[in-house]
């Protein structure tokens, strides 16, 4: 009897279903990896811009400093990563005195489900235009 050896169009049309669920699947956790890792560097990289707002504030009494003008954020600390492709941009927000008080703010150039992460004087921390909560962006 002649026997034929081989596979059938039907289990390798089955088999390639299965490694593209498979696929699919691992492509979005590592992309939501990838964003996650993102938003932790802007945070990082938020946090540092607050060192140096307070070490401004320790040597003039104030936020602006001695020319009285509002301050601006060093390179390094105006994006996220601080080199390479920029993820994040990060700004003072506008409209206060910053005098005596300031806020942070870390918009991503990419839609983000987390939106733009917000950091004040007092170490508060917030998200404007945000579908995730506080402490699944922020951590806990």
Known sequence: MDKQTGYTLVE???????????SSVALASYSEHVRRSQRLAARAVMLEAANWMERRFSVHHNYLGSDKQ?????????????????????????????????????????????GTFTLDHT????????TASLAECWGR
């Open 12 to 22: 390798i049309m089955i088999v390639a279903a299965i490694a593209a669920i498979l």
């Open 70 to 114: 509002p301050p601006v954020l060093p390179d390094g600390l105006n994006r996220s990563p601080p080199s390479g492709t920029a993820k994040y941009a990060i700004s003072l927000a506008t409209g206060q005195t910053h005098a005596t008080a300031y806020q942070l703010q870390a918009a991503p150039l990419l839609a983000d489900k987390c």
């Open 123 to 130: 170490g508060a921390r917030g998200l404007i235009g945000n």
